[in-house]
């Protein structure tokens, strides 16, 4: 009987999905430990104010609490650190004023730690803190990166004037000033892109443990990247050595990027467990985690396109203000600059570029990478110029494309923005996107509409990515405190079932399932015969976790290498086995074989042999067969595509509907198509919620007025549409799986390509742009105030 | 939320008396007082619980669909007879919320709360309902009185509600894409109270009757008789997700939609 | 504190509260049952929705006293007693209806509520309608909504009549 395939191009199904649809799945919140406390955090209700005192007496008498802390409290203990850190134009290091575990002296933004009460249960900790007597003193703040940045605007931070984190820049400028002075056409688009709440279903959460006996502190956290954090918050917060912190990271509800940072209720928990020699936990509620998990996107920029008479892109010029809120986030500084700037060639031959980027401290919640990060502003705003030059020039939006794309025979091709593509083929995957989405047949389409009273628009984005954001050694000269390799311990035991660990982290991509393809196929062992272990920095010798499309273009290569290991030594064995030169044997499907013989031995005969060592080469071999690999990528990985998206419009309403999107990605091999199809369906879906639906609002003065579900818009399933997903894979020629990422290209291709169906949709009201997201409210403004020009027309 | 006493009495006197503490408060279904209790918006000192009261259950005449305070909305939209009677009132309990929500929350507690985001006042005004409490009849004209506020005396507990079943009606919703509440909800009836309109999730002092649109339709019961007939801003919500202008045209759309629907 | 019977999965249980308990806290906290999860904080997200006598419920919307004397079926129920999953948790698997998992419990206690109640059949914007009251991040819905479609046929014996589909 022939074994199903379960190998490289498999949908194989998931493995992990057992448990979670038996409600058996193992999140933070679900870990409860022998005499745990609750801590509850108050938090700024002010976006900006000076703490003028703190009683915390009341608290301290209600029942059931244990301890009471306020920053008075944490004089030892380090602020919550930056890893990574830019460089302005002169050369002067950002600005990086310290991010307290709790607020000293001031609050910054609403949602600010102020003090935390430890009791014996969640609502006596809450209870508690609500009679703690804290005095502020409202001081004037300001939202918006534009207000931020005007004459006279409030200090966020005493000692950062202007507000100015950095003020950083890229590329070429004498040579676009020249290109733009000999440019038959100029375009310009000043846009905003919105700023979004993760919103992640499972809320964070920690649990801080200590064993006053071993001195070993345990921290179980919702992360992304567990050993990230035992680093950071071991070494700068609170000076605990690796070998006594141990973080896990069990199975965790998405993250989408803002469970990458490390966060103040992670050290603080840690820090109260081995204060109170207690157990202590923390879960956010849904409203803690609006005002305190970091925000994505909310850049304003103006962008400039020089083009030639036929519409050649002669050099883009672009100027955006990046918003990082109150303080520094992990990653912050890097997402509008290194993740973003770089990203500004996207798939078009623009000779010379040039981006200027300010980052701006404001009175809100800080900002980091979210799903995409930088990315998709990049795409966004290149994207949505493109068409803005084909409304202002009446350019057709499928030529100009073809017009200016990187031929698929210019690999690798060198950006005039530092980055070095590899390979692709965006001709491919935009037809394969026309055809699915069939372009063609638009125009009778929108005249079926029309006839039913509704607007319809089609609108597409081709656009790039960078992943698995690396080498070390770059990333190191950009600003990176730390390095961007990955870590695979592939250990055989010895009846030659497989156990790996992986220094990524799953949380909801399904490592468990494609991994074990990855292994499956390598060693020609049954998916049943693997497990996949990640999360824990006690099992896994170390990580940098899962971010940026990274686990299997990193993360897979190092297993790969890893594995790669594991045969060269099985070699050995088998050529000691079967008397045979090494040179002469092969593996292949499980098996070590002598090459033009029917001698073989199979994967698990060799690893019982390296653990029994009874007939083994001793003297030059050592038993085991256990193989660790670290893996440093020699470049980023260069996934691309074409999204299409059509819409229909009410213009009664102005609700806008999804009523097809079409996804062709490029994300280099695919292990398990099943896998990658979800992943863009459900980055294609935070796509069009950033597009139709999600804005985090803030009033001026930085009041979250978008705090909860009740008024933050979540896509819901009636939301959307079906996704109908494509791949038009070109290979990534650096790492030896070919691969590519597939986390955010949904989320980075799909926004543009919605604005642009429905300004295509607005086509008779003579719009040119409108900002994200394209609320009902928004389209009946924009169609009321143009509808008076269309009747004097 | 904060502590408080839980008492589940088994009729509506003990139900009254119950109440008459200071700082109770009655539990209906519970779908916004929960999340209320959650936020600490509201501390009670006792929790009544009026499920077992008997106070559940759907009749219907001729003339009147009379549904008891503690029905859900689930029942109501489920209900083949509503269906056949005011089908609108069975659609519109049908947009409430969504499944689960319906599975406990009740026409009792949602016009006793007179949330102004909600559906049921509506229907209650548009149709000219008459409330049934413990201790007496209220007209609905009487028993809105602006937002979160009825014509409710402390303690005083929804038995019923009874509808006039109407020749036409519909109600139309447009939620906030954010909460689905009503952004703007419209009820249009012609029934034996005259022509009603009523306008939900809109108005700041919560439900409220539509003059205009009123007359209109006395005079021509038909989509296009709204036709041209602005409705004013002033008085309106304003939030993120929508201006007082904005309400106010979504007013006409959901207006005309509702009389068109009726057919 | 008040005292609350009920039955869970078949078994029953009696557990002290404090009033002011939810029925996902006395699932989560008092019985260990932490298949069922809490996602929000205002009956949005449905992550916590669980069946009370019959009916899909959110969990985080109903006070442990109310659900005295109830019948109660989580997420950790459905199986059958010899390890069988209920059709609906097999469509989920077979259809990659779930990334994450969080919100997957409370998605297929309303799902599987949504089929039994529409007997009639169910369209993929009926399906879709019906479960605005729980938010997913991670999927889409897409794969979720073919799940829902998949296991109808398989709860109800027979296949979608053509009109639904």
Redesign the interface.
């Known amino acids: 009987m022939n074994a199903p395939f379960e190998g490289i191009g498999a949908s194989v199904?998931?493995k992990?999905?057992?448990?979670?649809?038996?409600?058996?799945?193992h999140?933070t919140?679900?870990i409860n430990r022998p005499g745990q406390l609750h801590a509850y955090f108050r938090r700024s209700d002010r976006p900006h104010a000076k703490i003028v005192s703190i009683d915390t007496a009341g608290a301290a008498a209600c029942p059931g609490v244990v301890a009471v802390y306020t920053a008075a409290d944490l004089a030892a203990i380090g602020g919550v650190p930056c890893g990574w850190q830019i460089h302005s134009k002169d050369g002067s290091p950002m600005a990086e004023p310290k991010h307290p575990v709790l607020a000293e002296g001031k609050v910054r933004h609403v949602g600010d730690p102020i003090a935390v009460v430890v009791a014996g249960t969640r609502?006596q900790a809450k209870?508690a803190a609500?009679k703690l007597d804290i005095v502020l003193e409202d001081l004037p703040s300001v939202s918006s990166v534009t207000d931020a940045v005007a004459p006279g605007a409030p200090r966020v931070h005493d000692d950062v004037a202007g507000n100015i984190c950095y003020d950083w820049h890229i590329g070429d400028k004498e040579g676009v000033d020249a290109a733009f002075a000999k440019a038959a056409k100029v375009v310009s688009l000043d846009l905003l892109n919105n700023r979004l709440i993760p919103?992640?279903?499972?809320?964070r959460a920690a649990v801080g443990d200590f064993d006053p006996m071993s001195g070993e502190y345990t921290l179980y956290t919702t992360s992304q990247n567990p050993h990230v954090i035992r680093l950071l918050m071991g070494a700068f917060v609170l000076q605990i050595p690796e070998h006594k912190l141990r973080v896990v990271a069990p199975?965790?509800?998405?993250g989408?990027g803002s469970k990458i940072y490390h966060y103040a209720e992670e050290a603080m928990v840690t820090w109260a467990a081995g204060k109170l020699k207690r157990p202590v936990k923390w879960t956010a509620?849904?409203?803690e985690s609006f005002m305190s998990d970091a925000h994505g996107r909310d850049h304003a920029s103006t962008a400039q396109m020089a083009l030639d008479a036929e519409g050649k892109f002669l050099a883009l010029r672009v100027s955006t203000l990046a918003n990082m809120g109150g303080y520094l986030s992990t990653f912050a500084p890097a997402v509008p600059t290194y993740l973003y700037a770089t990203l500004l060639a996207g798939v078009y031959t623009t000779p010379v570029i040039y981006c200027e980027v300010k980052a701006v401290f404001t009175n809100t919640v800080p900002v980091d990478a979210y799903r995409g990060a930088g990315r998709p502003e990049a795409t966004y705003l290149l994207e949505r110029l493109v068409d803005t030059i084909c409304h202002d020039t009446g350019l057709d939006r499928v030529a100009i494309r073809r017009k200016n794309f990187i031929a698929p025979d210019a690999f690798p091709y060198q950006t005039p923005v530092a980055l070095q593509y590899d390979s692709g083929n965006y001709i491919a995957t935009l037809d394969a996107a026309m055809k699915a989405a069939d372009w063609a047949g638009f125009p009778a389409r929108r005249a079926a509409a029309k006839a039913r009273g509704k607007l319809r628009g089609i609108g597409m984005s081709t656009y790039l990515e960078a992943c698995g954001i690396a080498p070390s050694k770059l990333v190191g000269q950009l600003g990176a405190r730390a390095g961007l390799y990955e870590v695979a311990n592939v250990r055989v035991h010895p009846t030659g079932s497989v156990t790996v660990f992986t220094g990524t982290h799953s949380?909801?991509?399904?490592h468990e399932t494609t991994f074990a393809q990855l292994v499956s196929d390598q060693l020609g062992i049954p998916v049943s015969q693997i497990d996949v272990v990640h999360g824990d920095t006690a099992k896994i010798p170390f990580g940098m976790g899962t971010y940026g499309s990274r686990s299997l273009a990193v993360g897979g290569s190092a297993m790969v290498k890893a594995m790669d290991k594991i045969i060269a030594k099985g070699k050995k064995i088998a050529a000691h086995l079967m008397e045979a030169s090494v040179d002469d044997i092969e593996f292949k499907d499980g098996k070590f074989s002598v090459t033009g013989t029917d001698k073989s031995r199979t994967l698990g005969e060799i690893a019982l042999t390296a653990y029994v060592p009874h007939n083994y080469p001793i003297e030059t071999l050592e038993p085991g067969l256990d193989e660790t690999a670290f893996y440093d990528p020699m470049n980023f990985t260069f996934p691309g595509g074409c999204h299409v998206c059509e819409v229909e419009v009410d213009q009664?309403?102005?609700i806008t509907s999804v009523v097809n999107f079409v996804a062709v990605d490029d994300v280099g091999r695919v292990i398990n198509p099943?896998?990658v199809?979800?992943?863009v369906?459900?980055?294609?879906?935070?796509g069009i919620g950033q597009a139709l639906?999600e804005?985090a609002?803030y009033d001026a003065e930085g009041q979250l007025?978008?705090g909860?579900?009740?008024?933050?818009?979540?896509?819901?399933?009636?939301d959307?549409p079906?996704?109908t997903v494509g791949t038009e894979s070109t290979l990534c020629t650096h790492n030896p799986l070919g691969a590519k990422g597939c986390g955010e290209v949904?989320a980075i291709g799909s926004p543009p390509a919605v604005i642009n169906a429905v300004i295509d949709a607005l086509k008779d009201f003579g719009v040119r742009h409108l900002d994200m997201p394209a609320?009902?409210?928004k389209l009946?403004?924009i169609i009321?105030s143009n509808r008076p020009r269309m009747a004097a027309e | 939320m904060y502590d408080f006493a839980y008492q589940k009495p088994s009729s509506v006197a003990d139900a009254v008396k119950a109440l008459g503490a200071e700082d109770a408060k009655a539990l209906a279904g519970g779908q916004t007082f929960i999340p209320v209790l959650k936020q600490r918006l509201n501390k009670p000192s006792v929790v009544v619980d009026l499920a077992r009261l008997g106070l559940a259950g759907i009749k219907v005449t001729g003339e009147a669909v009379v549904i008891g305070a503690m029905t859900t909305h689930g029942a109501v939209a489920a209900s083949a007879e509503i269906r056949r009677a005011i089908p609108a009132l069975a659609n519109l309990a049908s947009m409430i919320g969504d499944e689960a929500v319906r599975h406990r929350g009740t026409i009792g507690g949602s016009l006793a709360n007179n949330d102004p985001s909600a559906c049921y006042p509506s229907a209650a005004l548009a149709l000219g309902a008459t409330i049934t409490t413990d201790r007496r009849a209220i007209k609905a004209d009487d028993f809105f009185q602006g937002m979160f506020t009825t014509a409710l005396e402390p303690g005083e507990i929804i038995t019923s509600v009874s509808f006039p079943v109407p020749a036409k009606a519909a109600y139309m919703k447009f939620k906030n894409p954010a909460s689905r509440y009503a952004m703007v909800g419209v009820f249009v009836a012609k029934g034996p109270a005259g022509v009603r309109v009523a306008i939900t999730g809109a108005g700041q002092g919560g439900v409220f009757r539509h003059a205009a649109f009123e007359t209109a339709l006395s005079a021509n019961w038909s989509a296009d008789a709204l036709a041209g007939i602005a409705t004013p801003a002033d008085g309106l919500n304003s939030d993120i997700h929508a201006s007082a202008e904005y309400r106010a045209h979504l007013i006409g759309v959901m207006a005309r939609r509702a009389v068109a629907a009726a057919g | 504190m008040p005292q609350v019977t009920l039955t869970v999965n078949g078994k029953s249980a009696s557990v002290e509260v404090e009033a002011r308990t939810l029925l996902v806290e006395l699932l989560r906290e008092k019985l260990a049952l932490t298949g069922t999860h809490v996602g929000c904080d205002t009956s949005q997200c449905g992550a916590c929705v669980v069946d009370v006598d019959g009916v899909s419920v959110k969990s985080c919307t109903m006070l442990a006293v109310q659900a005295d004397g109830a019948k109660v079926t989580t997420i950790e129920g459905l199986a059958a007693a010899d390890g069988t999953l209920h059709p609906m948790q097999e469509m989920f698997r077979e259809h990659h209806a779930l990334q994450c998992g969080f919100c997957t419990p409370g998605m297929v206690m309303s799902a599987i509520d949504l089929v039994k109640s529409h007997p009639e059949g169910l369209t993929e914007a009926e399906i879709r309608h019906g479960l605005e009251g729980n938010l997913c991040r991670c999927t889409g819905y897409h794969n979720i909504v073919k799940a829902i479609a998949a296991a109808w046929p398989l709860m109800h014996g027979k296949a979608m009549p053509a009109a639904a589909e």
């Not at chain 1, 919103?199 to 809320?203: C, L, Q, V």
Request: aromatic content about 8%; glycine content about 16%; hydrophobic content about 30%.
């Open positions: 199904r998931r992990e999905d057992l448990r979670f649809i038996s409600g058996g799945g999140y919140d679900d609502q209870d609500e919103n992640a279903m499972e809320p199975d965790v509800g998405g989408f509620e849904r409203s949380h909801g991509q399904g009664d309403t102005g099943m896998i199809e979800g992943q369906q459900g980055g294609v879906a935070q639906l804005n609002a007025l978008s909860s579900f009740m008024d933050y818009t979540m896509p819901r399933a009636d959307l079906n996704i949904g609320s009902p409210q009946w403004a009321q």
